[in-house]
């Protein structure tokens, strides 16, 4: 099937203007300034992008999809993530984890529900294990998880500085992180370690351990919930500084706010001020994980539930509220966790990548038309394709 979208605004995420784009099957085929269509040509769908902005479609790096939580009981395990919550915020590519909860919640359900949302239309990877370490695997080891399970790249999310973590060790982590990069070398894959950074005291300092008396490279490591308050966050800004990726969750509650969490928007805004590349910055959501929140004793007091929707909401706030240029604001959900996770065919519009794409409106910045490796997921707002059991 070929689809041509006319007259739209390019932004690949840097802007390239007014642009045709030719899509074939599930692939960008072409761009070019005005591509002509022959009267006698195979049949082709026609749309009109103009008034609208054509953006790569975004990566979440970071999701729940088979639910979270469960740190108020059983009654409070998160729900699975539907198709149409990921498709009408603008998500094309997401990768799921594990969190909190390595017990009830199993990796073979995890690469199920990634393989089911693959089905539905969307592109999802995996990491293996959870906050604990030992980590567990689908297979017997790290490497044979990376290595010969197509859908894991990286394993994670493993807890450091948080209650709830295992207190990994420097070795424990090590290892971990030498077992990850050497399936990712062998499998030509990201083979990353994606790191839950709580509110203790011992914050970024067991990664910079790591990075300066091993041989495995700082940017190895993804660290994310940088923003959580306002001492970690600085932590943050000195851990970029030495070359490694930070990650911001956009999924907050007004409480979280008033007692110091940085809003994402303005996380970025302050994280240029200070030098940093913003390649070296990506957004996650967090999307279905529990918001837990604790007393000053780390006893449960309630929750609530991470929502994907707000990626795109933090990027729109920080170049509508934070002066944020859009082609440099969309980078930390497109271009940037492509490179993370080394995912070749995603994050950018360009001949021979994936037909991931968002059309937004070009006042509001409102999204308006979702298409996933060339099928149209939301048109005008509206989702054209559900989940199976949606």
Do not use: W
Not at 151 to 171: L, N, Q, Y
């Amino acid at each position: 099937m070929l689809t041509l979208i006319k007259n739209g605004e390019v932004y690949a995420p840097n802007y390239l203007g007014r642009k045709d784009i030719l899509i074939a099957d599930d692939k960008i085929a072409f761009i070019d300034n005005k591509i002509e269509i022959p009267d006698n040509f195979v049949p082709i769908q026609i749309m009109n992008a103009a008034n609208l902005l054509v953006v790569p479609g975004f990566i979440d790096s970071h999701v729940h999809i088979i639910g979270g939580g469960g740190e108020g009981g059983f009654k409070t395990r998160t729900p699975e993530l539907m198709l149409t919550d990921i498709t009408t915020a603008g998500i094309t590519t997401l990768v799921g984890l594990l969190g909190t909860d390595g017990t009830t919640r199993k990796m073979e359900s995890l690469l199920a529900k990634a393989r089911a949302l693959e089905e539905e239309g969307v592109s999802c990877f995996i990491h293996t294990g959870s906050y604990q370490v030992p980590v567990k695997t689908l297979t017997d080891t790290i490497e044979e998880d990376i290595i010969l399970i197509d859908k894991i790249i990286g394993v994670g999310e493993i807890a450091i500085s948080d209650h709830r973590s295992s207190e990994p060790t420097f070795e424990e982590l090590a290892k971990v992180a030498a077992a990850a990069r050497n399936g990712g070398i062998l499998s030509g894959k990201a083979g990353i370690i994606e790191i839950h950074v709580g509110d203790g005291e011992g914050k970024l300092s067991l990664l910079h351990e790591i990075a300066d008396k091993t041989n495995i490279p700082i940017r190895h490591f993804h660290p994310t919930h940088i923003n959580r308050n306002e001492e970690l966050f600085k932590g943050g800004i000195d851990y970029a500084k030495r070359g490694g990726s930070v990650d911001f969750t956009t999924s907050t509650i007004p409480q979280f706010l008033e007692e110091g969490e940085v809003k994402c928007s303005k996380a970025l805004r302050r994280m240029l001020e200070e030098g940093i590349p913003v390649g070296h910055i990506t957004f996650s959501s967090d999307g279905q994980a529990s918001l837990p929140f604790f007393d000053s004793d780390g006893e449960y007091v309630g929750l609530q539930v991470g929502k994907v929707s707000s990626l795109y909401h933090e990027v729109r706030d920080a170049v509508l509220e934070e002066g944020i240029p859009l082609e440099t604001a969309l980078e930390v959900i497109t271009t940037n966790p492509a490179q993370v996770l080394r995912l070749s065919s995603k994050g950018s519009i360009q001949a021979g990548k994936d037909a991931d794409i968002v059309l937004l409106q070009k006042e509001t910045l409102t999204i308006d038309t979702v298409m996933a490796r060339g099928q149209v997921m939301v048109e005008k707002g509206v989702p054209l394709i559900k989940g199976t059991f949606e």
